[in-house]
């Protein structure tokens, strides 16, 4: 009874003993075991493993690829842009010892890393590179932290550049920067498409020009056309060449009428008149076949009022006081004298009158 008595209970505290040492290791981890704080040689596989409880300790480290977010990272680009840039860093440890040994906290190690990396790349990098080159941006910051944590028994899988903030004002001028590019191509196109037209229109006018049904079939394929989309249309196409026909016509008709007129318009000479010299010293004027005969001088006919020699025109009769009148001896001024000039006679014929003379 005694045995059993001492038994029992050493069972019980080598059972409790086990119970209290014993670990489990998950198959995407792996163990460093500290024997009173020194490393045991070894690394210990997943699975079921036994600690002296009080003695050892153990250190779980997990082989899976860790994801990181880096916190946004503000910077002046090298155009002289400021921007914040978001990024995302995957890594996984590849050395158990030297992830537990070489450095107290390797995720807090590689997360400033890949802060200061982030920010030296914005420094280098222009605003372009940042927006549509990330691939060579993202190899490039996962080589600058893959580097130092290297010794720290770590791998970097990859870096991603998640987004890139920019200013408002700087959005404002992207977007018209983007609309005039656009803008620009759309004009280039255009005028590209107007030349190639242009070209094609120019082949289809010598094939119309060598071939002139080709352009009446055209003709009646945009009737058909302007019929089809507009039946209340009445379409009466009208040649150009029947307009010109019709302006030559004109043109000719024009010249025939002027010649047939005497040429150049000038007016058709007019007859001679004759003259026939009277006994009683007046004048006779026969004139052509339209014109009627007509006395050189005849008061009568002429009607009242002095008559004015043509010949005298623009000269002034000289003023003559009554005393000087001849006509007769009652005073009465003569027609000479009321007019000034003499009409002429048959010796002194048309334009002899003497101004200033009181008889003929």
Known sequence: MLVVDIVIPVLAVAVLLLLTGARVVKQYERALVFRLGRLRSGVRSPGFSVLIPGVDRMVKVNMQIVTVPI??????????????????????????VDAVINVEDYRY????????????????????????????????????????????????????????????????????????ARDRRARVINADAELQASKKL??????????????????????????????????????????????????NGGERSGHDGGGNGAAAPVPPAAVTHHDD?????????????????????????????????????????????????????????????TAPGPETGPGSATPGSGSG
């Not at 002046?76 to 995302?88: F, G, K, L, Q």
């Not at 959005?171 to 609309?179: G, I, T, V």
């Open 202 to 251: 120019a082949q289809a006018g010598a094939v119309m020009a060598d071939q002139p049904a080709a352009l009446q079939l055209r003709l009646l394929q945009t009737v058909t056309a302007v019929a089809a989309e507009k039946n209340s249309t009445l379409v009466l196409p009208f040649p150009v060449e029947l307009l010109r026909f019709l302006e030559r016509s004109g043109q």
């Open 71 to 96: 916190p946004s990272q503000e910077g002046i680009t090298r155009d002289n842009v400021t921007v914040r840039v978001d990024a995302v860093v995957y890594f996984k440890v590849v050395h158990p």
């Open 109 to 180: 190690a590689v997360l400033q890393v890949a802060q200061t990396s982030l920010r030296s790349i914005i420094g280098k990098s222009d605003l372009d590179d940042l927006l549509s080159n990330r691939e060579k941006l993202n190899e490039g910051l996962a080589l600058m932290i893959d580097s130092p944590a290297l010794a720290w028994g770590v791998a970097i899988d990859r870096v991603e550049i998640k987004d890139v903030s920019l200013p408002e004002t700087m959005k404002r001028s992207m977007a018209r920067q983007a609309e005039a």
């Open 281 to 341: 010293g007046d004048e006779e004027v026969e004139a052509g076949p339209d014109l009627p005969a007509v006395s050189a001088y005849d008061p009568g006919e002429l009607g009242p009022g002095p008559m004015i020699d043509p010949l005298a025109e623009g000269r002034s009769a000289p003023e003559r006081s009554p005393d000087e009148w001849s006509d007769d001896s009652s005073g009465t001024p003569s027609e000479a004298d009321r007019t000034g000039f």
